[in-house]
């Protein structure tokens, strides 16, 4: 079992960066899929970016291509996820999520993750 915890988000004019961690407690020892999801208010929860412990599996879902990066640091045990050029359609509860099943981690669905974060709250003015 994976365990999760965030950090990062909060608020910031249109246009600024924010940058959301992941700390996985243990980092897998084998290879994982990993993503970021956001849910906004009335709204379903939409994938945001997959990446597999590998590195491979790199996906970002059209609305934030170019703007977003998730990356990953081994050492520190970190999943992170940068977001830059934000507008108000980015304000949303971000979470990250783990699942041992890697293949078909690219765009996997929120349903099939079985670890998630507590989630936090990204709040983009204009």
């Known amino acids: 079992q994976v365990h999760l915890v965030q950090s990062g988000g909060g608020s910031v004019q249109a246009g600024g960066s924010l940058r959301l961690s992941c700390g996985a407690s243990?980092?897998?020892?084998?290879?994982?899929?990993m993503g970021w999801f956001r849910q906004a208010p009335g709204k379903e929860r939409e994938g945001v970016a997959t990446?597999?412990?590998?590195?491979?599996?790199?996906y970002y879902a059209d609305s934030v291509k170019g703007r977003f990066t998730i990356s990953q640091d081994y050492a520190k045990k970190v999943l992170y996820l940068q977001m830059n050029s934000l507008s108000s359609e980015d304000t949303a509860m971000y979470y990250c999520?783990?699942?041992?099943?890697?293949?078909?981690?690219?765009?996997?669905?929120?349903?099939?993750?079985?670890?998630w974060g507590q989630g936090t709250q990204v709040t983009v003015s204009s």
């Open positions: 990446i597999d412990t590998a590195g491979g599996s790199l």
């Open positions: 243990p980092w897998p020892t084998r290879r994982y899929c």
């Open positions: 999520a783990a699942d041992p099943r890697w293949d078909g981690c690219y765009a996997r669905s929120d349903r099939d993750f079985s670890y």
